[in-house]
């Protein structure tokens, strides 16, 4: 251990129900260092990140925090530790001023003076260089916006690490640049930073060093000067996952189910693409590059111009109920705000959307309810074998599945799969994988939504990169490799292969 | 499927069960039986002190008097499933009474029984339309709605009480009747009871309902119309309460120019004690109307043992936040983070 590190780990582990998702990870972030972390999904990145934030407690190894072991139970042991984590979705009070949401539960005194607090903001502000109005409420902010201010509330909490999570995700050019200014800011403050990104030019900017992980163990750590796409690339990339590797045999029938012209959104460039029936697209790129508006306009969640035709007829999709009701099947990433009912059972979630099926007389039958939900779980192995249990009690793996589940039989023509295994024990993931092939085998239209290019692969038959909105790959799979499309992800450039 | 069959032979791997830990039988038993026990235990007291408290006439009278207040809480219950408020319900039923009372002499009972009720389900329209697309705050609508139908109702009935003609025996028949030893309403409000309980576990309104009140957001995303299942909730809630205001009618052959928020009360104390039957941790209309039996067999109860009013009051508070803090405690989340 070196004397300026901060925080040490020493064969970290952690296991998910027999599958283990660190398996023994050594390495320290540097006081006052930006340490960048890297990595496929599934790799541990996230795991790692949740047990120095105190969302998850190791199964073994240890942490040492300024040489000094320390146990790390809960989110309130992170803070208290000074170990903060900026994540995608910043939360903010929102009915509060920008002020009042950068001082929240550091106000000095009883009465607290609204000038003052105003003053304070405004303080921090111009020190680290946001040039947001303090005044605003936190309500009207722009995502990105919201993003930076996030940042300065941590700025006054004395924390001795902040771990930012794709924090350029949502944020254009000219915002990230005050993202990096107000690392350095922090940075002068001896604030060590550890900066989660798939993206190599911002590492490479940003980064005094860079840690590699693949598989749950550590690939490398290397200095700024030895980051280069060929070497992070060729670190990342696990070949020995082997037991995960499913592949699409080629499953397209001649039919045409989907048929995309000039879809265009504020964020994203105009798009045409076609998918036949049993056809798996794949989509990939950085997060917040363009690949969610696709779904954002097929799911009706937001709109777009274009034209979209599902069966040769065009259809107008301007809300979810429309686009389920055109036959698109839109299965969301974010399981726990938007597609599960957390309070109602298992078989109640599954059974939603097939519930006109399993009534007599205007009455759902109870028992076919359960038939249908107990067949459902079977097929996709939903453990423990209990329609009846709350769904907030099941793993996030069988949460997902239960979200598929519920999609199984609702005869779509098209479904759209958002991240279908984000944070899904890894174990989990195979089984996804099956059932989304088994759709497809048996004709449906799928559209595979997935930052991991290592599952794109897997699942499509075609695929695209989007990057900064734009189309900038389009090949059969059987023409792509992995280190390219992962090239192509990271650096946004069309290559020489594209089609 | 064969390849999930061999995924599933290697131990399910993804079958982590979070935040189980078994708790000890006592805790379990008192979950689900907690409330129904505490019912019981306080009926029995009442028996040991008021020989007249088991009578068969006493339980009658309990059931008689609770029927207005039972319809009201059913229907409360379906606005507190979708997730919503609505604190006009009790002068709904004061509307009603007295847009019955009205009709009666213009077109006859029955046609003034079908008006009173449209009218019901309009004014639970307008809540429901305004805490939607109007994109107003439940409470705030319905507290307005409240003082709303106040002056409608004075405004009606010019401040004196309408009395019924006592030639409608057909219609007195229904508050009044008897078939055997049972009130009509007595098996009105058990019909009602049947038929609400099957729309809200047995039926795609109830199941969606319920859903918009777990998790609107996943309601929208699966393609649930979230806007129009909150407005079906507050249309049943303002019918149910009509269905009352149609007995209260009935029963009384008149309709009073003021009254009714004593409903509301006893509606929101028996929808938040009947969430702890079963231990289902949320409203349910066989809770509500067990909920509601124990507020009125507990007055009952003490008027016949002599406690004065002041202290039936007391008592019947002390329980509800007893049996409603009791049920917290079994059921303890990691984190409470919501105070209505």
New interface residues.
């Given amino acids: 251990m070196t004397a300026d590190a901060l925080v040490e780990f020493r064969g970290l582990e952690k296991e998910?129900?027999?599958?283990k998702a660190l398996k023994g990870v050594s390495l320290e972030f540097r006081r006052g260092e930006v340490h960048g972390l890297l990595g496929e999904n599934g790799a541990g990145k996230s795991t790692l990140i949740k047990i120095l934030t105190g969302v998850y407690t190791p199964t073994g190894g240890e942490i040492l925090l300024e040489g000094k072991a320390v146990k790390i139970g809960s989110p309130l042991d992170a803070h208290k530790l000074g170990l903060g984590a900026v994540y995608q979705d910043a939360e903010l009070v929102n009915s509060f001023t920008v002020a009042q949401n950068v001082l929240l539960g550091n106000e000095h005194g009883f009465v607290i003076s609204s000038k003052a607090v105003h003053d304070e903001a405004r303080r921090i502000f111009s020190e680290i260089g946001i040039e947001v109005d303090v005044e605003r409420k936190a309500s009207t902010l722009s995502a990105a916006e919201m993003q930076l201010v996030t940042l300065a509330t941590l700025f006054h909490r004395k924390y001795k690490l902040i771990v930012l999570d794709e924090p350029t995700a949502r944020l254009s050019g000219k915002e990230v640049e005050l993202l990096f200014t107000i690392i350095k800011s922090f940075l002068d403050q001896g604030i060590t930073i550890v900066y989660i990104s798939h993206r190599l030019g911002e590492i490479k900017r940003i980064c005094d060093r860079v840690t590699i992980l693949r598989g749950g163990l550590v690939s490398a750590t290397l200095e700024r000067d030895e980051i280069s796409e060929d070497r992070v690339t060729e670190l990342m990339v696990d070949r020995s996952r082997s037991d995960l590797d499913t592949e699409n045999p080629g499953l397209a029938q001649d039919r045409m189910v989907l048929e995309v012209e000039n879809l265009r959104t504020e964020k994203l460039k105009p798009l045409s693409f076609t998918v036949r029936a049993g056809e798996v697209l794949g989509i990939t790129g950085p997060v917040g590059g363009g690949m969610e508006q696709v779904e954002h306009a097929l799911?009706g969640?937001g709109g777009y111009e274009g034209t979209v035709k599902v069966n040769g007829k065009v259809v107008s999709i301007d809300s979810?109920?429309a686009?389920?009701?055109h036959g698109i099947s839109?299965i969301?990433e974010d399981r726990r705000?938007?597609?599960?009912?957390?309070?109602?059972t298992m078989a109640?979630n599954i059974?939603?959307?097939v519930?006109?099926t399993l009534?007599r007389l205007?009455?759902?039958r109870?028992s076919l309810e359960n038939g249908y939900a107990d067949g459902v779980m079977r097929?996709?192995?939903v453990?423990?074998h209990q329609p009846a249990k709350a769904v907030?009690?099941?793993?996030g793996?069988?949460q997902q599945?239960a979200v598929i589940g519920?999609w199984l039989s609702a005869e779509s023509d098209v479904y759209i799969f958002v991240e279908p295994t984000s944070g899904?024990?890894?174990?989990?993931i195979?089984?996804i994988y099956?059932?989304i092939l088994?759709m497809a085998r048996e004709g449906a239209a799928i559209i595979v939504i997935s930052s991991s290019v290592k599952e794109v692969l897997s699942l499509a038959e075609t695929v695209f990169v989007i990057h900064d909105g734009d189309l900038v790959h389009a090949a059969p799979k059987a023409e792509c490799t992995h280190d390219q499309l992962l090239a192509i992800a990271m650096r946004g450039r069309t290559s020489v292969a594209a089609a | 499927m064969t390849d999930t069959a061999t995924a599933q032979g290697q131990g399910t791997p993804g079958g982590t069960v979070m935040a189980e830990k078994r708790d000890p039988l006592w805790v379990r038993f008192l979950r689900t039986w907690g409330t129904i026990l505490v019912i019981v235990i306080t009926a029995i007291g009442f028996g040991l002190s008021s020989e007249w408290f088991f009578t068969v006439s006493n339980f009658n009278n309990i059931l008689f008097s609770m029927i207005v207040s039972c319809l009201v809480s059913m229907g409360l219950t379906y606005v507190v499933i979708a997730g919503s408020f609505d604190l006009s319900i009790g002068l709904t039923v004061t509307t009603t009474s007295i847009v019955t009372a009205y009709m009666i002499p213009e077109v006859g009972p029955w046609l003034a029984i079908v008006v009173a009720l449209l009218a019901a389900c309009l004014i639970g329209f307008v809540n429901g339309a305004l805490v939607t697309y109007g994109r107003l705050s439940g409470i705030v609508v319905t507290l307005g709605m409240m003082f709303v139908l106040g002056g409608i109702n004075i405004f009606m009935t010019g401040g004196y009480q309408i009395a019924v003609d006592y030639g409608e025996l057909a219609f007195r028949y229904i508050g009044q009747g008897k078939i055997g030893m049972i009130g009509v309403p007595v098996l009105v409000l058990l019909g009602v009871f049947i038929l609400a309980h099957l729309l809200a576990t047995k039926t795609k309104a109830g199941h969606y309902i319920t859903a918009v009140g777990d998790n609107p957001m996943a309601a929208f995303y699966s393609g649930i119309k979230v806007y129009t299942w909150v407005i079906v909730s507050f249309v049943l809630a303002a019918l149910l309460s009509g269905v009352g205001g149609v007995i209260l009618t009935s029963i009384s052959s008149s309709a009073q120019p003021v009254g009714g928020q004593g409903y509301l009360l006893e509606a929101f104390a028996a929808v938040f004690l009947g969430a702890t039957v079963l231990g289902k941790g949320k409203p349910h209309i066989l809770g509500t109307l067990l909920g509601v039996f124990f507020i009125y067999m507990v007055n009952s109860g003490m008027n016949m043992v002599g406690f004065p009013f002041a202290a039936r009051q007391l008592f019947a508070g002390l329980i509800l936040i007893l049996a409603v803090g009791a049920n917290a405690m079994l059921n303890r989340e990691e984190i409470h983070l919501k105070f209505i």
């Fill in positions: 998910f129900s027999g599958t799911g969640i979810p109920v686009s389920r009701r839109l969301p705000k938007q597609a599960l009912f957390p309070n109602l109640q059974c939603l959307p519930l006109s009534t205007g009455l759902i109870t097929r996709l192995s453990y423990p907030k009690f099941f793993s793996g069988n599945k519920k899904v024990d890894v174990g989990a195979k089984e099956d059932i088994h």
